[in-house]
């Protein structure tokens, strides 16, 4: 069974926080993405990588950087956590057909 | 960039009842999925359907590429089946295929 998983359901942190969000997939897929998801927005892509140590910016990049080192492990990083990045981010991967996405995890910054 | 249509934006049927979702697509893409989002935030991939026709279960789907436009069918409607159900088209740039999503037609399922 395909399994994409996420370090946490949810997060609170402090305006100004470095945060780390990881994913994990264990389908060998080489493609994986960090979306975020806000109410009458739908899904944005923040950016994604095809590859080990590769990564392209989405749609969305400013305040966040992402790291590949290992094929399996996709990490998001919010440099200093600001109010606007409240949101709910979702880790997806595919391996050149269908994506699949871990559970989420909703973050708060207060 | 391409713009992903879906229709209607709400929708509340009777547990029992059919349905129709609509994606509109403006541009021509190498392939088509449809995801639908649980009151909990799981996305769960429902179809990877580039063109024609499949079915799982109560569901079905129909992509007709050259016409820009799937079709996600719901019959005998389930309270489970409430949601987000969004559609998104894949494009390949180069180096990855990426999605762009539809804005979601949100069901709910009453008894």
């Known amino acids: 069974d395909v399994k994409v998983t996420q370090s946490s359901r949810y997060l609170v942190k402090r305006t100004g926080e470095k945060v780390f969000l990881e994913c994990v997939q264990d389908?060998?897929?080489?493609?994986m993405f960090w979306y975020r998801q806000d109410p009458g927005l739908g899904l944005r892509l923040i950016y994604f990588?095809?590859?080990?140590?590769?990564?392209e910016k989405g749609d969305i990049p400013e305040g966040y950087s992402v790291s590949r080192e290992k094929k399996e492990r996709f990490s998001l990083i919010l440099e200093s956590a600001s109010t606007n990045q409240t949101s709910m981010y979702l880790c997806?991967?595919?391996?050149?057909?269908?994506?699949?996405f871990g559970p989420g995890t909703r973050l708060t910054v207060t | 960039g391409i713009q992903v249509e879906q229709s209607p934006p709400d929708l509340i049927l009777q547990e029992g009842a059919n349905s129709t979702l609509r994606c509109n697509f403006s541009?021509?893409?190498?392939?088509l999925q449809w995801f639908h989002q649980n009151p909990w935030g799981q996305l769960i991939n429902l179809f990877y359907?580039?063109?024609g026709t499949k079915q799982n279960g109560r569901l079905s789907a129909t992509t007709v590429a050259t016409e820009r436009y799937s079709l996600l069918y719901i019959s005998s409607s389930q309270t489970t089946d409430s949601g987000v159900y969004f559609c998104?088209?894949?494009?390949?740039?180069?180096?990855?295929?990426?999605?762009?999503f539809g804005t979601g037609t949100r069901l709910q399922v009453t008894l």
């Open positions: 541009d021509s893409v190498n392939n």
């Open positions: 389908m060998d897929h080489e493609n």
């Open positions: 359907i580039p063109s």
């Open positions: 990588s095809y590859d080990v140590k590769m990564k």
């Open positions: 998104a088209v894949e494009l390949t740039t180069g180096t990855a295929s990426k999605l762009t």
């Open positions: 997806a991967s595919n391996g050149g057909r269908e994506q699949y």
